[in-house]
């Protein structure tokens, strides 16, 4: 049996993916950064409206903003998404759908199980 030996650009090319994924699932821990990412989908926004979108105070917004800054870009004073932003929200409706329909299937099965049918 072979052993496959990683040559170290492709070690690297992994590790480089491995640390983007960390860094998006990082991100979208946190409540409030998932809901300015979800925000800025909508299009680009500036400071004053993110702050009312969000309903924080500005020493807070800047501390998220600051942790979701390799998902944005400002440009002329507005806030909007970057391509890896946008595949962020995509991954949050994917989830939140599969989410959705897991959850209709568990509610079935037990309405079944309730009414023996």
Same mark, same amino acid.
């Given at each position: 049996m072979a052993i496959e030996v %990683?040559?170290?650009r492709k070690y690297k090319e992994?590790? !480089?993916a491995d640390d983007a994924l960390s860094d998006v699932f990082g991100i979208l821990r946190h409540p409030i950064r998932r809901k300015i990412v979800l925000l800025l989908s909508t299009g680009p926004k500036r400071y004053s409206d993110i702050i009312k979108?969000?309903? %924080?105070?500005?020493?807070?917004?800047?501390?998220?903003? !600051?942790a979701v800054k390799v998902m944005i870009k400002k440009t002329d004073g507005f806030y909007e998404l970057n391509?890896?932003?946008?595949?962020?929200v995509e991954l949050?409706?994917?989830?939140?759908?599969?989410?959705?329909?897991?959850?209709?299937?568990?509610?079935d099965k037990s309405d079944k199980e309730v009414f023996n049918y």
């Open positions: %990683l040559d170290s992994m590790s !480089n979108g969000v309903d %924080l105070y500005t020493g807070h917004l800047y501390y998220h903003l !600051n391509e890896l932003g946008f595949k962020a949050m409706r994917e989830i939140d759908s599969t989410q959705k329909t897991v959850d209709e299937s568990k509610k």
